[in-house]
């Protein structure tokens, strides 16, 4: 059982995306990051890989450096081999992200010892609920006008994701390209912004919410509920099938809202930092 490898994106997609579609749910961030390296938002020391029995396939990963590798729903089997191939190879990997199994599997055969561990959920839309009354504001999709601010609150959003995988030191380009699609939505109150959240443009049916900001000045008063039902009604409007977010585990807080306007759980994921 022998992983294959390349840079080529387009190689990698004819092998994987037709097995990623078949759980485009579970594979939401592989497939939305396959998206990107297509438009060119990652393209250095791509990493993109997938695994075939008796000529079909049946799992695949990628790394798109400074990113972690980025492991789908694969069969748990596979990843040992996956780990070992990588080793072998030299490959530089700074940590993994995935199904919580697989990515334990996968730091449990790596050759660098763990540094820290952060937990994720996913959840899926089941009945969208209004969140409670605000006194005012209104949500609006971001144009170009607003790149700035989303730049900055995107570098907000990363810098409190504690242990999440590295971000690209310049956000504007991906921040740009969401602005170009209509997926990134602001929460204005009194004039002015207040809050943020993204929505991917669907695939396989699929959208995901994410990221979800408010600054810390504007916290405490329902714009990142409000914004998040905004976006969420955005996407099923769109014609989205599934809408889907993650949430870091250790946040009480945005797990009890997301769930109180109508996201119910699918499972649990982990990103692993090796030291």
């Known amino acids: 059982m022998t992983w294959t490898f390349t840079s080529k994106v387009e190689v990698y997609a004819g092998a994987a995306e037709p097995w990623l579609l078949q759980d485009p749910v579970r594979n939401t961030v592989p497939l939305t990051i396959l998206r990107g390296m297509r438009v060119g938002l990652w393209g250095d020391d791509l990493l993109l890989a997938w695994l075939e029995r008796d000529g079909e396939t049946v799992a695949a990963a990628c790394q798109t450096p400074p990113r972690f590798l980025l492991l789908p ?4 089997d596979t990843v040992r081999d996956l780990a070992t191939q990588l080793i ?19 730091a449990a055969a790596w050759w660098r010892p763990v540094a820290e561990r952060r937990f994720e959920r996913l959840y899926r839309l089941d009945a969208l609920v209004p969140p409670p009354s605000l006194s005012g504001g209104a949500a609006r999709t971001a144009t170009e006008d607003d790149l700035e601010l989303l730049v900055k609150w995107a570098g907000g959003f990363q810098d409190e994701a504690d242990g999440a995988a590295p971000a690209p030191a310049d956000l ?17 109150a009194g004039g002015r912004p207040v809050a943020f959240a993204g929505v991917s443009s669907p695939i396989g049916g699929v959208s995901r919410v994410g990221p979800v900001y408010t600054p810390p000045e504007h916290r405490g008063k329902g714009y990142g509920a409000a914004v998040s039902h905004a976006v969420t ?7 989205a099938d599934e809408v889907l ?9 945005s797990n009890s809202i997301y ?12 990103s692993i930092t090796f030291r």
């Open 73 to 76: 729903a694969v069969p748990v």
């Open 88 to 106: 072998e190879a030299e490959r530089t990997i700074p940590g993994v992200s995935g199904p919580l199994p697989l990515a334990e599997a996968f």
């Open 172 to 188: 504007t380009p991906l921040v740009a390209s969401r602005t170009g699609r209509r997926e990134l939505v602001l929460w204005e």
């Open 233 to 239: 009604a955005k996407a099923r409007a769109e014609g």
């Open 245 to 253: 977010l993650f949430t870091d585990l250790a946040n009480l807080t």
């Open 259 to 270: 769930q109180a306007i109508g996201y119910r759980p699918v499972a649990d994921y982990a």
